[in-house]
């Protein structure tokens, strides 16, 4: 789906998503002292709300702007505006500076392939020493799942190199039913910390 495509989707629907933070993040983030965050694909920002009413400063990034609009008004809502930038972006091309985020999260988003690891390596640089990048994606052996084009964890996961400590890389059942339509029952859990170290070069 390119950038018209997604912002169609959220147009759609009054709402496309619970509004509640996602499961994986909830239990892998709630421990971590606040800091700067970044949101990949965002959607209609419950995981950045949560994470800002924490004391989290978030970047929330996403291509769709219906979704950045819905996201920006339930921050406003739960008076945490001040602490959200929300971006509209396509990682591909999008990039920050290195070592910016304690907290990278990339739930369920489908980053990508592209040659050389280009995008992925940007994505990790992105993450500060000592903090933490966490990826929440759908088991793959669940029902009506494609990674067709993207990176799944495991392939993340295998990217990291010695500068990165593995907290947690498992399937584990999901904490609450996938969207209405699918049969997501597990999700795939991916939460590193970076050391700072130099980058592993692209395989």
């Known amino acids: ?43 209609e920002g419950a995981d950045a709300v949560w994470l800002a009413r924490r004391g989290w400063r978030v970047t929330a990034m996403d291509v769709a702007e219906t979704a950045l609009r819905r996201g920006a008004a339930a921050a ?20 920050w500076p290195a070592g910016v985020f304690d907290l990278v999260s990339a739930q369920y988003f489908p980053l990508p392939r592209r040659p050389g690891y280009e995008v992925l390596h940007r994505l990790l640089a992105s993450v500060a020493p000592g903090g933490t990048l966490l990826v929440a994606g759908h088991d793959p052996g669940d029902e009506g799942v494609d990674y067709a084009g993207y990176y799944r964890p495991d392939e993340i996961a295998e990217v ?22 699918t049969h997501h029952t597990r999700d795939v859990v991916l939460r590193a910390v970076s050391s700072g170290g130099e980058p592993a070069a692209a395989r």
Do not use: K
């Open 1 to 43: 789906m390119d950038t018209q495509s997604w912002d169609e989707m959220y147009r759609a629907r009054e709402q496309v998503f619970s509004g509640e933070p996602n499961g994986v993040l909830v239990a892998e983030a709630a421990g971590l002292p606040p800091g700067e965050a970044l949101d990949v694909g965002c959607g």
């Open 76 to 95: 406003q809502a739960a008076d945490v505006a001040g602490r959200v930038a929300w971006t509209r972006a396509d990682l591909s091309t999008a990039g």
């Open 160 to 181: 990291l190199g010695d500068e990165w400590t593995i907290l947690a890389h498992e399937s584990r059942p999901r904490t609450r039913p996938g969207p209405e339509g």
